[in-house]
């Protein structure tokens, strides 16, 4: 069987989708991201995050992230919802790096992929492995952003008209910004044979790259800026400006980071013995 087959993939996602929920891993993920959303949405919810639009809150802010982002986000937007947004972007690497950790990787330890090639092909397994937590992930970042903007719209001062203005723009940087990471789980997830190496490999290679283009930045912007495309995360600065005009210059390297990723993990997965 070597043909891509819809029907089989089809299945194979909601399969993914519904094993990933009744898992400990899966389990594990959803009991943390709401833990985490929850303690952070009720902090929201205080409306503390109005004097993120004021000039002297927006003066220190300006020390730990970029002007033009502070711009992009505090003026003449909602400031509740701009908050989350940054929130979100910044936790997307955490979230999706543990989340998705598991494509493949504890199948191919138990050998538990033999019982499932006699019926579908390993590319089949491949693709509907990443298109499901895919699927888990975004629409867990889908539900809470749509409970940010509900508070954005309590809180905030014009809050009904900013919210609805951005929400649309927000959840598609979110899903596109969330995508390169899955895929480089998928890659992640083939080399090693258990879940926890792969989540440990994943954070590991990000935590050192960013460190390596911290240090060659300090010497050379432009090469450290040139290199910082190997890891997904080079694009969260385009999509922090919230402008569909960025946001849709960023997404052109969602699926390059895509197929590349996509294309070692399968060169590996493919001549694995599961």
Do not use: H
């Not at 919802?81 to 979100?88: I, T």
């Amino acid at each position: 069987m070597s043909s891509f087959r819809p029907g089989v993939f089809n299945t194979l996602v909601r399969q993914d989708i519904y094993y990933s929920l009744k898992s400990a891993r899966g389990l594990l993920f959803l009991v943390f991201f709401s833990v985490f959303w929850l303690w952070v949405l009720w902090k929201l919810s205080s409306g503390n995050a109005k004097m993120l639009s004021n000039a002297e809150t927006g003066f220190i802010l300006s020390l730990f992230i970029d002007p033009k982002v502070i711009q992009s986000l505090f003026v003449n937007r909602a400031p509740t919802f701009s908050a989350y947004f940054y929130l979100a972007m910044s936790s997307v690497p955490m979230f999706v790096l543990l989340a998705a950790c598991d494509q493949t990787a504890n199948d191919i330890g138990s050998k538990y992929l033999r019982f499932l090639t006699p019926r579908c092909n390993r590319i089949e397994i491949f693709v509907g492995r990443f298109f499901g937590a895919t699927i888990l992930i975004s629409f867990a970042y889908i539900l809470v952003t749509i409970i940010a903007a509900l508070i954005s719209m309590a809180v905030d001062n014009n809050g009904v008209a900013l919210v609805l203005a951005d929400l649309p723009l927000v959840l598609v940087s979110l899903v596109l910004y969330l995508i390169p990471f899955v895929a480089f789980m998928s890659l992640c997830s083939v080399i090693v044979g258990s879940a926890g190496l792969s989540a440990l490999m994943g954070v590991s290679v990000y935590v050192v790259m960013l460190v390596i283009i911290s240090v060659i930045g300090i010497k050379s912007k432009d090469f450290a800026e040139v290199i910082s495309y190997i890891i997904p995360n080079s694009t969260k600065f385009q999509y922090l400006q919230l402008s569909w005009v960025k946001m849709m210059g960023a997404s052109l390297l969602v699926p390059i980071y895509v197929v590349a990723y996509g294309l070692l993990g399968w060169m590996i997965f493919s001549k694995r013995d599961i």
